[in-house]
């Protein structure tokens, strides 16, 4: 029964912030490692950025690190992603998943289209 749905996503200028959000439940958030991943129009999966448990671990696309940051709220069993000076190759769904202890992704969110464009 684990649900992970997440919100934020939309239309934004190129240069402009979001900030994305992922709610679990049906699970405990804290056994999971927790990522971002992502799929451009016509592309293929592409990972954004992963969290541990505790938040203590970050990493990150080399591309994406100096814009995007990853954070999460185990009061809250919530994930977030802080996009930054978004430009438009960043333009695809994103989709937050877990991983249990780290392990293979177990479970993923509905995606949340995020469009960047003039």
């Known amino acids: 029964e684990v649900q992970l749905v997440e919100s934020g996503g939309g239309l934004v200028q190129p240069g402009g912030s979001l900030r994305l959000s992922c709610v679990a439940s049906g699970l405990t958030f804290d056994d999971y490692t927790m990522s971002w991943v992502r799929q451009a129009p016509g592309k293929g999966l592409e990972w954004v950025s992963t969290i541990t448990w505790n938040g203590a671990i970050t990493a990150y696309a080399e591309s994406l690190k100096a814009r995007f940051t990853i954070s999460r709220d185990n009061a809250k069993n919530t994930l977030y992603l802080q996009m930054n000076s978004l430009k438009s190759e960043d333009t695809a769904v994103y989709y937050c998943?877990?991983?249990?202890?780290?392990?293979?992704?177990?479970?993923w969110g509905q995606g949340a289209q995020v469009t960047v464009s003039s």
């Open positions: 998943a877990s991983s249990w202890y780290g392990h293979e992704y177990d479970s």
